[in-house]
């Protein structure tokens, strides 16, 4: 399975940005897909993820109420629509399945994808 991420860009502080994470094929035995960022000398976070099979969704509290993740299941994609986006928000951000274990570590994620930087000035 690949994961090709997209959406990525610049935009000024309060604007929004949505990003798409779309997959070769369904992943099979996966939970479904999450969202991660890293910023320049921090270490890669854990943003959202969202399940297959009846879209819970889940979020670290730093984007809980300015982001949402979607998934179409028919296109195998998963979408991240970010708004109120503030400068520390600025980071690569990556997809990847979540194959099991706890939707917020890292360690339960595979196939990763190359990653969308986004860059909110301020």
């Known amino acids: 399975v690949q994961l090709q991420a997209s959406g990525g860009g610049l935009v000024q502080a309060g604007g929004s940005l949505r990003l798409s994470c779309a997959a070769s094929?369904?992943?099979?035995?996966?939970?479904?897909v999450g969202w991660f960022r890293q910023a320049a000398g921090k270490e890669r976070e854990f943003v959202a993820s969202?399940?297959?099979?009846?879209?819970?969704?889940f979020y670290t509290s730093s984007v809980e109420g300015r982001f949402r993740i979607s998934r179409d299941n028919a296109r195998n994609t998963v979408f991240l629509q970010m708004n109120s986006l503030k400068p520390e928000d600025t980071a690569v951000y990556y997809c990847?399945?979540?194959?099991?274990?706890?939707?917020?570590?890292?360690?339960?994620?595979?196939?990763w994808g190359q990653g969308t930087l986004v860059t909110v000035s301020s």
């Open positions: 094929e369904r992943p099979s035995r996966t939970y479904g």
């Open positions: 990847a399945t979540w194959q099991r274990g706890s939707a917020y570590s890292e360690i339960s994620y595979r196939n």
């Open positions: 969202i399940t297959w099979a009846d879209g819970s969704t």
